[in-house]
C-alpha cells in the first residue's frame, strides 16, 4: 500500500502543473500532474503535502484545502494508492527548477487539454466543489476501466 498526496496550487484562474519529463523509469512519464509525492514515515497528510509541494516548486503551502481521497486499487506493481487531493490557494516564496519535470501555470479552462490520466480528466472537476469526496479508480495496464464516487 502506498499513501500519496496531490496538490493543485491556484492563483488568478490557473493551477501549476508538473509536467513529467525529466525523471527516468517514471510511470507518469509525459503526463501533467500536480505536484505531491509519497509519504515519509510517520507524515501527516499535511505535512507530506506542503512538504512535496516545497521540494518540487519551492513553495511554501500556507493554506492547504482537503478535497478529497482517491483509493487507485492495484495501480502500480499490484500496490494499491491512497492518494489525500488538497488545493493550496495561498503559497509563498521563490518557484525553483523542478527535478522531475517543467512547472507550468495553465489556465484553469484549458486543463483538461492537457495529457491526463483518465481519471484526472473527472476528478479535477470536482476541485471546485463544496463537497469532500472519497472515490475508486480503477485502472488495468494504464487505461482507466471505471471508477465510483461519494461526495460529502
Same mark, same amino acid.
Given at each position: 500500500?502506498?499513501?500519496?498526496?496531490?496538490?493543485?496550487?491556484?492563483?488568478?484562474?490557473?493551477?501549476?502543473?508538473?509536467?513529467?519529463?525529466?525523471?527516468?523509469?517514471?510511470?507518469?512519464?509525459?503526463?501533467?500532474?500536480?505536484?505531491?509525492?509519497?509519504?515519509?514515515?510517520?507524515?501527516?497528510?499535511?505535512a507530506c503535502a506542503a512538504r512535496e509541494v516545497f521540494e518540487e516548486s519551492g513553495l511554501i503551502?500556507?493554506?492547504?484545502?482537503?478535497?478529497?481521497?482517491i483509493t487507485f486499487p492495484k495501480f502500480s506493481r499490484g500496490e494499491d494508492w491512497y492518494v489525500? %487531493? $488538497?488545493?493550496?490557494?495561498?503559497?509563498?516564496? &521563490?518557484?525553483?527548477?523542478? /527535478?522531475?519535470?517543467?512547472?507550468?501555470?495553465?489556465?484553469?479552462?484549458?486543463?483538461?487539454?492537457l495529457n491526463l490520466w483518465d481519471g484526472d480528466r473527472i476528478f479535477l472537476k470536482w476541485l471546485?466543489?463544496?463537497?469532500?469526496?472519497?472515490? %475508486? $479508480?480503477?485502472?488495468?495496464?494504464?487505461?482507466? &476501466?471505471?471508477?465510483?464516487? /461519494?461526495?460529502?
Amino acid at each position: 500500500m502506498k499513501l500519496a498526496t496531490l496538490c493543485y496550487l491556484r492563483k488568478d484562474g490557473k493551477t501549476l502543473m508538473l509536467h513529467r519529463v525529466k525523471k527516468e523509469n517514471d510511470m507518469h512519464e509525459g503526463k501533467y500532474n500536480g505536484l505531491g509525492g509519497k509519504f515519509e514515515k510517520s507524515e501527516s497528510p499535511e505535512a507530506c503535502a506542503a512538504r512535496e509541494v516545497f521540494e518540487e516548486s519551492g513553495l511554501i503551502a500556507e493554506n492547504l484545502i482537503l478535497k478529497g481521497v482517491i483509493t487507485f486499487p492495484k495501480f502500480s506493481r499490484g500496490e494499491d494508492w491512497y492518494v489525500f %487531493v $488538497f488545493v493550496i490557494d495561498k503559497f509563498a516564496g &521563490k518557484m525553483i527548477e523542478s /527535478n522531475e519535470g517543467n512547472l507550468e501555470w495553465i489556465d484553469d479552462r484549458e486543463l483538461l487539454d492537457l495529457n491526463l490520466w483518465d481519471g484526472d480528466r473527472i476528478f479535477l472537476k470536482w476541485l471546485d466543489q463544496n463537497k469532500f469526496f472519497s472515490a %475508486v $479508480f480503477n485502472y488495468e495496464n494504464g487505461i482507466l &476501466k471505471n471508477h465510483s464516487v /461519494n461526495f460529502y
